[in-house]
Protein backbone atom coordinates (compact mmCIF):
# COMPACT_ATOMS: atom_id res chain seq x y z
CA UNK A 1 0.00 0.00 0.00
CA UNK A 2 1.36 3.43 -0.92
CA UNK A 3 1.62 5.79 1.75
CA UNK A 4 2.88 10.04 1.60
CA UNK A 5 5.10 10.61 4.16
CA UNK A 6 6.19 13.90 4.47
CA UNK A 7 10.35 14.98 6.31
CA UNK A 8 8.57 16.55 9.26
CA UNK A 9 6.21 13.74 9.53
CA UNK A 10 8.70 11.18 9.93
CA UNK A 11 10.88 12.82 12.24
CA UNK A 12 7.81 13.09 14.66
CA UNK A 13 7.05 9.07 14.17
CA UNK A 14 10.75 8.41 15.24
CA UNK A 15 10.46 10.30 18.04
CA UNK A 16 7.39 8.75 19.51
CA UNK A 17 6.45 10.95 22.51
CA UNK A 18 6.61 13.69 20.57
CA UNK A 19 3.52 13.14 18.57
CA UNK A 20 0.44 14.74 20.10
CA UNK A 21 -2.94 13.70 19.86
CA UNK A 22 -5.95 14.93 22.31
CA UNK A 23 -6.00 12.08 24.30
CA UNK A 24 -2.74 12.25 25.43
CA UNK A 25 -2.66 15.28 26.46
CA UNK A 26 -4.92 15.03 28.93
CA UNK A 27 -7.30 17.88 27.28
CA UNK A 28 -11.03 16.86 26.60
CA UNK A 29 -12.24 17.20 23.12
CA UNK A 30 -13.01 20.69 22.35
CA UNK A 31 -9.87 21.56 23.65
CA UNK A 32 -11.16 22.51 26.83
CA UNK A 33 -10.75 20.87 30.48
CA UNK A 34 -12.86 18.16 31.46
CA UNK A 35 -15.77 19.07 33.68
CA UNK A 36 -18.39 16.98 35.47
CA UNK A 37 -20.32 14.49 33.66
CA UNK A 38 -23.59 15.39 36.15
CA UNK A 39 -24.93 18.74 34.58
CA UNK A 40 -28.57 18.11 33.54
CA UNK A 41 -27.70 20.32 30.21
CA UNK A 42 -25.31 19.06 28.30
CA UNK A 43 -21.86 21.77 27.57
CA UNK A 44 -21.47 22.76 24.54
CA UNK A 45 -18.07 22.82 24.66
CA UNK A 46 -17.62 19.00 25.34
CA UNK A 47 -19.39 17.95 22.63
CA UNK A 48 -18.69 20.74 19.79
CA UNK A 49 -16.09 18.52 18.18
CA UNK A 50 -18.35 15.25 18.35
CA UNK A 51 -21.29 17.39 16.85
CA UNK A 52 -19.91 18.97 13.94
CA UNK A 53 -17.82 16.10 13.04
CA UNK A 54 -21.44 13.76 12.79
CA UNK A 55 -23.21 16.76 11.36
CA UNK A 56 -20.11 16.73 8.63
CA UNK A 57 -20.50 13.03 7.84
CA UNK A 58 -24.77 13.67 7.31
CA UNK A 59 -24.13 16.91 5.01
CA UNK A 60 -21.97 15.67 2.56
CA UNK A 61 -23.21 11.59 2.51
CA UNK A 62 -26.98 12.55 2.04
CA UNK A 63 -27.80 10.66 4.26
CA UNK A 64 -32.04 10.23 4.79
CA UNK A 65 -33.86 11.13 7.79
CA UNK A 66 -32.80 9.11 10.26
CA UNK A 67 -29.26 7.89 10.83
CA UNK A 68 -27.80 4.46 11.83
CA UNK A 69 -24.66 3.82 9.60
CA UNK A 70 -20.92 2.62 10.57
CA UNK A 71 -20.14 3.89 7.29
CA UNK A 72 -20.91 7.69 8.56
CA UNK A 73 -19.64 6.89 11.96
CA UNK A 74 -16.00 5.93 10.36
CA UNK A 75 -16.32 9.28 7.90
CA UNK A 76 -17.46 11.37 11.08
CA UNK A 77 -13.70 10.02 12.82
CA UNK A 78 -12.40 11.75 9.57
CA UNK A 79 -13.66 14.98 10.04
CA UNK A 80 -13.49 14.80 13.65
CA UNK A 81 -9.61 14.19 13.27
CA UNK A 82 -9.50 17.24 10.47
CA UNK A 83 -10.73 19.27 13.36
CA UNK A 84 -8.37 18.57 15.69
CA UNK A 85 -5.67 19.05 12.75
CA UNK A 86 -7.03 23.21 13.31
CA UNK A 87 -6.11 23.14 16.86
CA UNK A 88 -2.65 21.74 16.12
CA UNK A 89 -3.05 18.00 16.47
CA UNK A 90 -2.34 16.50 12.97
CA UNK A 91 -2.24 13.04 14.24
CA UNK A 92 -5.16 11.02 15.61
CA UNK A 93 -3.97 8.26 18.02
CA UNK A 94 -5.73 5.06 17.69
CA UNK A 95 -7.02 4.40 21.41
CA UNK A 96 -8.13 8.52 21.16
CA UNK A 97 -9.85 7.32 17.49
CA UNK A 98 -11.63 4.30 19.47
CA UNK A 99 -12.63 6.38 22.64
CA UNK A 100 -14.12 8.85 19.67
CA UNK A 101 -16.11 6.03 17.35
CA UNK A 102 -17.32 4.64 20.80
CA UNK A 103 -18.48 7.99 21.93
CA UNK A 104 -20.96 8.16 18.49
CA UNK A 105 -22.05 4.72 18.82
CA UNK A 106 -19.72 2.65 16.42
CA UNK A 107 -19.48 -1.28 17.74
CA UNK A 108 -17.52 -2.55 15.18
CA UNK A 109 -13.36 -3.40 14.77
CA UNK A 110 -11.42 -0.09 14.07
CA UNK A 111 -11.43 -1.28 10.66
CA UNK A 112 -11.84 1.00 7.54
CA UNK A 113 -12.69 0.38 3.40
CA UNK A 114 -10.02 -0.76 1.91
CA UNK A 115 -10.07 1.66 -0.75
CA UNK A 116 -9.59 4.68 1.84
CA UNK A 117 -6.36 3.30 2.56
CA UNK A 118 -5.86 2.28 -1.63
CA UNK A 119 -6.77 6.13 -2.23
CA UNK A 120 -5.25 7.84 1.08
CA UNK A 121 -8.51 9.17 2.31
CA UNK A 122 -6.61 7.55 5.89
CA UNK A 123 -2.91 6.17 6.29
CA UNK A 124 -1.87 4.17 9.29
CA UNK A 125 1.18 5.64 10.98
CA UNK A 126 3.40 3.12 13.23
CA UNK A 127 5.98 4.98 15.15
CA UNK A 128 9.53 3.47 16.93
CA UNK A 129 7.29 1.61 19.57
CA UNK A 130 4.62 0.14 17.95
CA UNK A 131 2.33 2.96 18.27
CA UNK A 132 -0.51 3.23 15.81
CA UNK A 133 -1.41 6.97 14.42
CA UNK A 134 -4.15 8.29 11.82
CA UNK A 135 -3.86 10.89 9.38
CA UNK A 136 -6.99 12.00 7.57
CA UNK A 137 -5.43 14.10 4.72
CA UNK A 138 -8.74 14.10 2.64
CA UNK A 139 -10.93 15.52 5.15
CA UNK A 140 -8.09 17.64 6.47
CA UNK A 141 -7.79 19.21 2.89
CA UNK A 142 -11.57 19.48 2.60
CA UNK A 143 -12.25 21.47 5.71
CA UNK A 144 -9.75 23.65 4.91
CA UNK A 145 -11.91 24.12 1.56
CA UNK A 146 -14.78 24.84 3.17
CA UNK A 147 -14.93 25.78 6.74
CA UNK A 148 -14.91 29.31 6.80
CA UNK A 149 -14.94 29.84 3.17
CA UNK A 150 -17.94 28.33 1.67
CA UNK A 151 -19.78 27.35 4.47
CA UNK A 152 -19.80 27.87 8.52
CA UNK A 153 -21.98 26.06 11.49
CA UNK A 154 -24.13 27.13 14.49
CA UNK A 155 -24.32 24.52 17.30
CA UNK A 156 -27.26 25.26 20.11
CA UNK A 157 -28.05 22.72 23.24
CA UNK A 158 -30.98 22.39 24.72
CA UNK A 159 -30.76 19.74 27.44
CA UNK A 160 -29.34 16.69 26.11
CA UNK A 161 -30.37 17.71 22.96
CA UNK A 162 -28.00 19.60 20.32
CA UNK A 163 -28.66 21.18 17.38
CA UNK A 164 -26.11 21.72 14.74
CA UNK A 165 -27.00 23.90 11.60
CA UNK A 166 -24.84 23.98 8.24
CA UNK A 167 -24.50 26.98 6.47
CA UNK A 168 -23.39 26.61 2.60
CA UNK A 169 -22.92 29.84 0.57
CA UNK A 170 -22.93 29.67 -2.71
CA UNK A 171 -21.54 32.18 -5.39
CA UNK A 172 -24.65 34.17 -6.39
CA UNK A 173 -24.58 35.33 -2.70
CA UNK A 174 -27.63 32.74 -1.76
CA UNK A 175 -27.46 30.47 1.34
CA UNK A 176 -29.27 27.20 1.88
CA UNK A 177 -29.03 25.33 6.03
CA UNK A 178 -29.37 21.77 6.94
CA UNK A 179 -29.65 20.76 10.61
CA UNK A 180 -28.73 17.87 12.91
CA UNK A 181 -30.55 17.28 16.20
CA UNK A 182 -28.51 15.13 18.18
CA UNK A 183 -29.52 13.64 21.41
CA UNK A 184 -26.52 12.57 24.42
CA UNK A 185 -26.24 10.74 26.81
CA UNK A 186 -23.82 10.43 30.35
CA UNK A 187 -20.67 8.04 29.18
CA UNK A 188 -20.98 5.31 32.09
CA UNK A 189 -17.08 4.82 31.09
CA UNK A 190 -15.85 7.47 33.36
CA UNK A 191 -11.59 7.55 32.03
CA UNK A 192 -13.08 7.94 28.42
CA UNK A 193 -11.98 10.90 26.91
CA UNK A 194 -15.56 11.54 25.96
CA UNK A 195 -17.82 12.23 29.08
CA UNK A 196 -21.27 12.53 27.10
CA UNK A 197 -22.14 9.69 24.23
CA UNK A 198 -24.23 9.73 21.43
CA UNK A 199 -27.88 8.27 21.74
CA UNK A 200 -29.45 9.49 18.24
CA UNK A 201 -28.80 11.72 15.35
CA UNK A 202 -31.83 12.94 13.03
CA UNK A 203 -31.49 14.76 10.08
CA UNK A 204 -33.98 17.64 10.21
CA UNK A 205 -34.82 17.83 6.31
CA UNK A 206 -34.32 20.77 4.29
CA UNK A 207 -37.67 22.83 3.19
CA UNK A 208 -36.73 25.32 0.42
CA UNK A 209 -39.15 28.03 0.32
CA UNK A 210 -41.23 28.23 -2.82
CA UNK A 211 -40.28 31.78 -4.23
CA UNK A 212 -42.50 33.44 -6.77
CA UNK A 213 -46.41 33.78 -6.68
CA UNK A 214 -46.98 29.60 -6.19
CA UNK A 215 -49.77 28.72 -4.63
CA UNK A 216 -48.29 24.90 -3.80
CA UNK A 217 -44.88 24.06 -1.52
CA UNK A 218 -42.40 21.88 -1.35
CA UNK A 219 -44.38 19.12 0.64
CA UNK A 220 -46.89 19.21 -1.28
CA UNK A 221 -44.40 18.18 -3.92
CA UNK A 222 -43.26 16.04 -2.29
CA UNK A 223 -46.34 13.99 -0.68
CA UNK A 224 -47.96 14.54 -4.72
CA UNK A 225 -44.93 12.54 -6.23
CA UNK A 226 -44.66 9.90 -3.71
CA UNK A 227 -45.30 6.89 -5.70
CA UNK A 228 -47.91 5.80 -3.93
CA UNK A 229 -50.20 8.37 -4.49
CA UNK A 230 -48.94 8.61 -7.88
CA UNK A 231 -50.01 5.10 -8.77
CA UNK A 232 -53.53 5.31 -6.79
CA UNK A 233 -54.24 7.40 -9.95
CA UNK A 234 -52.23 5.83 -13.04
CA UNK A 235 -51.01 2.30 -14.00
CA UNK A 236 -47.39 3.17 -14.32
CA UNK A 237 -44.72 6.42 -14.04
CA UNK A 238 -42.32 5.57 -17.84
CA UNK A 239 -39.54 8.02 -17.20
CA UNK A 240 -37.10 8.79 -20.69
CA UNK A 241 -33.81 10.45 -20.42
CA UNK A 242 -30.57 11.16 -22.92
CA UNK A 243 -27.45 10.92 -20.48
CA UNK A 244 -25.27 8.27 -21.67
CA UNK A 245 -27.33 6.88 -24.05
CA UNK A 246 -31.41 6.77 -24.31
CA UNK A 247 -33.14 5.53 -21.50
CA UNK A 248 -36.10 4.32 -20.40
CA UNK A 249 -37.44 3.75 -16.70
CA UNK A 250 -40.49 1.82 -15.54
CA UNK A 251 -41.87 2.29 -11.98
CA UNK A 252 -45.27 0.11 -11.54
CA UNK A 253 -47.04 -2.02 -9.12
CA UNK A 254 -48.77 -5.32 -9.68
CA UNK A 255 -50.90 -7.24 -6.49
CA UNK A 256 -47.94 -9.62 -5.91
CA UNK A 257 -44.49 -6.78 -6.58
CA UNK A 258 -43.31 -3.24 -6.97
CA UNK A 259 -41.63 -2.92 -10.10
CA UNK A 260 -38.69 -0.43 -10.57
CA UNK A 261 -36.75 -1.23 -13.91
CA UNK A 262 -34.67 0.75 -16.62
CA UNK A 263 -33.03 -0.38 -19.87
CA UNK A 264 -30.18 0.89 -21.42
CA UNK A 265 -29.76 -0.89 -25.04
CA UNK A 266 -29.11 -4.10 -24.00
CA UNK A 267 -28.29 -3.41 -20.30
CA UNK A 268 -31.48 -3.88 -18.09
CA UNK A 269 -31.44 -3.05 -13.71
CA UNK A 270 -33.61 -2.63 -11.46
CA UNK A 271 -35.56 -3.92 -8.44
CA UNK A 272 -38.17 -5.75 -8.08
CA UNK A 273 -39.70 -6.16 -4.38
CA UNK A 274 -36.87 -4.94 -3.39
CA UNK A 275 -34.22 -7.04 -5.04
CA UNK A 276 -31.72 -5.37 -6.93
CA UNK A 277 -30.67 -6.77 -10.44
CA UNK A 278 -28.75 -6.62 -13.44
CA UNK A 279 -28.85 -7.96 -16.81
CA UNK A 280 -25.77 -7.03 -19.06
CA UNK A 281 -26.88 -8.12 -22.51
CA UNK A 282 -29.81 -10.92 -23.82
CA UNK A 283 -27.30 -13.40 -23.86
CA UNK A 284 -25.89 -13.27 -20.06
CA UNK A 285 -27.57 -14.24 -16.95
CA UNK A 286 -29.15 -11.82 -14.19
CA UNK A 287 -27.61 -11.19 -11.58
CA UNK A 288 -29.35 -10.30 -7.63
CA UNK A 289 -26.66 -8.13 -6.04
CA UNK A 290 -28.88 -6.53 -2.96
CA UNK A 291 -31.63 -7.56 -1.34
CA UNK A 292 -33.76 -5.38 1.01
CA UNK A 293 -35.51 -5.88 4.07
CA UNK A 294 -39.46 -5.57 2.91
CA UNK A 295 -40.00 -2.23 4.95
CA UNK A 296 -37.04 -0.73 3.86
CA UNK A 297 -37.82 -1.95 -0.16
CA UNK A 298 -41.18 -0.70 -0.14
CA UNK A 299 -40.28 2.92 1.41
CA UNK A 300 -37.03 3.32 -1.27
CA UNK A 301 -39.76 2.26 -4.24
CA UNK A 302 -42.33 5.04 -2.52
CA UNK A 303 -39.55 7.44 -2.35
CA UNK A 304 -38.40 7.16 -5.76
CA UNK A 305 -39.64 10.38 -7.38
CA UNK A 306 -39.91 12.67 -3.71
CA UNK A 307 -35.80 11.80 -4.22
CA UNK A 308 -35.29 14.46 -7.25
CA UNK A 309 -36.91 17.42 -4.69
CA UNK A 310 -34.58 16.41 -1.64
CA UNK A 311 -31.14 18.03 -3.72
CA UNK A 312 -33.11 21.16 -4.36
CA UNK A 313 -32.07 24.18 -1.99
CA UNK A 314 -33.61 26.95 -4.21
CA UNK A 315 -36.90 26.77 -6.00
CA UNK A 316 -38.59 29.59 -7.87
CA UNK A 317 -42.20 30.03 -9.76
CA UNK A 318 -41.35 31.54 -12.66
CA UNK A 319 -44.25 31.20 -15.14
CA UNK A 320 -47.27 29.23 -16.11
CA UNK A 321 -47.29 27.09 -19.68
CA UNK A 322 -50.79 25.91 -20.43
CA UNK A 323 -51.25 23.39 -17.43
CA UNK A 324 -47.86 22.99 -16.03
CA UNK A 325 -45.84 25.33 -14.23
CA UNK A 326 -42.58 25.91 -14.51
CA UNK A 327 -39.80 26.39 -11.79
CA UNK A 328 -36.35 27.88 -11.86
CA UNK A 329 -34.40 25.48 -9.14
CA UNK A 330 -30.47 24.78 -7.75
CA UNK A 331 -29.38 21.87 -6.49
CA UNK A 332 -27.13 21.72 -3.34
CA UNK A 333 -24.17 21.65 -5.64
CA UNK A 334 -25.22 24.68 -7.02
CA UNK A 335 -26.77 23.32 -10.45
CA UNK A 336 -29.30 25.18 -12.11
CA UNK A 337 -32.22 22.66 -13.04
CA UNK A 338 -35.62 23.70 -14.71
CA UNK A 339 -38.22 21.62 -13.50
CA UNK A 340 -41.48 21.20 -15.18
CA UNK A 341 -45.08 20.10 -12.68
CA UNK A 342 -48.86 19.50 -13.63
CA UNK A 343 -50.22 22.54 -12.04
CA UNK A 344 -53.44 20.36 -10.55
CA UNK A 345 -51.82 17.58 -9.53
CA UNK A 346 -48.40 18.38 -8.95
CA UNK A 347 -47.06 15.61 -10.80
CA UNK A 348 -43.61 16.23 -12.24
CA UNK A 349 -43.38 16.64 -16.10
CA UNK A 350 -39.57 17.70 -16.87
CA UNK A 351 -36.36 18.20 -15.68
CA UNK A 352 -33.74 20.12 -17.43
CA UNK A 353 -30.00 20.19 -15.92
CA UNK A 354 -28.82 23.80 -17.12
CA UNK A 355 -25.07 24.26 -17.74
CA UNK A 356 -23.39 28.15 -16.94
CA UNK A 357 -23.47 28.60 -20.10
CA UNK A 358 -27.18 27.79 -20.75
CA UNK A 359 -27.06 24.91 -22.84
CA UNK A 360 -28.22 21.44 -21.74
CA UNK A 361 -26.82 19.05 -19.90
CA UNK A 362 -29.92 16.81 -19.60
CA UNK A 363 -33.47 16.09 -19.77
CA UNK A 364 -35.63 13.69 -18.09
CA UNK A 365 -39.23 13.28 -19.58
CA UNK A 366 -42.02 11.56 -17.33
CA UNK A 367 -44.83 10.26 -18.35
CA UNK A 368 -47.82 8.45 -16.51
CA UNK A 369 -50.67 7.11 -18.47
CA UNK A 370 -49.26 4.50 -20.42
CA UNK A 371 -49.36 0.89 -19.35
CA UNK A 372 -46.07 -0.79 -18.89
CA UNK A 373 -44.95 -3.34 -21.37
CA UNK A 374 -44.59 -6.92 -20.90
CA UNK A 375 -40.82 -7.70 -20.42
CA UNK A 376 -39.83 -11.08 -20.70
CA UNK A 377 -37.80 -10.19 -17.53
CA UNK A 378 -40.92 -9.88 -15.43
CA UNK A 379 -42.20 -12.56 -16.61
CA UNK A 380 -39.78 -14.63 -15.27
CA UNK A 381 -41.45 -14.42 -12.11
CA UNK A 382 -44.57 -16.10 -13.29
CA UNK A 383 -42.57 -18.74 -14.07
CA UNK A 384 -40.84 -21.51 -11.85
CA UNK A 385 -38.94 -20.10 -8.45
CA UNK A 386 -36.25 -21.21 -6.36
CA UNK A 387 -34.99 -20.34 -3.17
CA UNK A 388 -31.22 -19.30 -2.62
CA UNK A 389 -30.16 -19.51 1.11
CA UNK A 390 -27.53 -16.99 2.09
CA UNK A 391 -25.43 -18.12 5.35
CA UNK A 392 -23.42 -14.46 6.77
CA UNK A 393 -20.72 -14.95 8.99
CA UNK A 394 -19.33 -11.75 10.07
CA UNK A 395 -16.11 -11.78 12.09
CA UNK A 396 -14.64 -8.01 11.82
CA UNK A 397 -16.06 -7.33 15.00
CA UNK A 398 -14.14 -9.38 16.69
CA UNK A 399 -16.84 -11.75 17.93
CA UNK A 400 -19.05 -14.07 15.39
CA UNK A 401 -22.52 -12.47 13.97
CA UNK A 402 -24.37 -15.09 12.19
CA UNK A 403 -27.23 -14.71 10.19
CA UNK A 404 -29.40 -16.58 7.47
CA UNK A 405 -31.24 -14.39 4.64
CA UNK A 406 -33.81 -16.71 1.90
CA UNK A 407 -34.19 -14.80 -1.63
CA UNK A 408 -36.57 -16.35 -3.92
CA UNK A 409 -36.25 -15.36 -7.57
CA UNK A 410 -36.46 -16.74 -11.02
CA UNK A 411 -35.04 -20.28 -11.42
CA UNK A 412 -32.24 -19.22 -13.93
CA UNK A 413 -31.58 -15.74 -11.78
CA UNK A 414 -27.98 -16.32 -9.96
CA UNK A 415 -27.59 -14.39 -6.87
CA UNK A 416 -24.70 -13.51 -6.23
CA UNK A 417 -24.27 -10.52 -3.67
CA UNK A 418 -22.24 -7.48 -3.68
CA UNK A 419 -20.58 -8.06 -0.39
CA UNK A 420 -19.50 -10.84 -1.71
CA UNK A 421 -18.15 -9.42 -5.34
CA UNK A 422 -16.84 -5.82 -3.62
CA UNK A 423 -17.02 -6.27 -0.29
CA UNK A 424 -15.69 -8.26 2.84
CA UNK A 425 -17.13 -11.30 2.33
CA UNK A 426 -15.60 -14.55 0.75
CA UNK A 427 -18.59 -16.57 -1.35
CA UNK A 428 -18.07 -20.69 -0.60
CA UNK A 429 -20.72 -23.25 -1.54
CA UNK A 430 -19.83 -25.42 1.29
CA UNK A 431 -20.20 -24.51 5.18
CA UNK A 432 -16.56 -25.59 5.87
CA UNK A 433 -15.59 -22.74 3.49
CA UNK A 434 -13.02 -25.14 1.16
CA UNK A 435 -14.89 -24.59 -2.27
CA UNK A 436 -15.02 -20.74 -3.84
CA UNK A 437 -18.30 -19.91 -5.20
CA UNK A 438 -18.91 -20.91 -8.73
CA UNK A 439 -22.51 -20.62 -10.44
CA UNK A 440 -24.36 -23.78 -9.58
CA UNK A 441 -26.63 -23.84 -12.47
CA UNK A 442 -30.47 -23.14 -13.23
CA UNK A 443 -33.28 -24.93 -11.66
CA UNK A 444 -32.20 -25.93 -8.38
CA UNK A 445 -32.41 -24.33 -4.75
CA UNK A 446 -28.94 -23.68 -3.20
CA UNK A 447 -26.92 -22.30 -0.31
CA UNK A 448 -24.21 -19.84 -0.49
CA UNK A 449 -21.57 -19.01 2.86
CA UNK A 450 -20.75 -15.75 3.38
CA UNK A 451 -17.63 -15.47 5.47
CA UNK A 452 -15.24 -12.29 6.49
CA UNK A 453 -12.62 -15.33 7.80
CA UNK A 454 -9.51 -15.32 5.99
CA UNK A 455 -8.11 -17.95 4.89
Known amino acids: MKRVFTFWLALLLLAAPAVSSRAESGEAASGQPETAAEKETVPEDLVRDQSFSLAMAAWLGGYPEYVDDDLLRLDAAGWYAALQARYGYDLISEEELRDYLRSVGYSGDLRFPESWEEYGIVNVLTSRDGRRYYDFANHKNQLAELLGVTMEYRLKTAGCSVLVTIVHH ?22 ATFPYRLAELK ?9 GNADFDWEDLQYANRLDTVL ?50 AGSRVQVGKIDPPDAAEENFNRALPQVFSDMVRMELVRTEGENSVLNCKTRSGQRVIMT ?25 FGYDRQPP ?39 WEVLPYEGRWG ?32
Request: with cysteine; glycine share 8%.
Open 170 to 191: YEDGSTAEWSYELRYVHNEDAS
Open 203 to 211: VCPFVPKIE
Open 232 to 281: KFCPAVHIESDVGGYTERWLFRTEEKTVDISQNGSLSYGQVNGIDFRKED
Open 341 to 365: VNSLTLWIQQLDGIAEDGSLLYRYT
Open 374 to 412: RLSLLEAWDGPLRTVTLVWEDFRSGVLITRTDFVRVPAD
Open 424 to 455: DFTIYTDPGHTSLYQYPGDGADYTLYLSTAKG
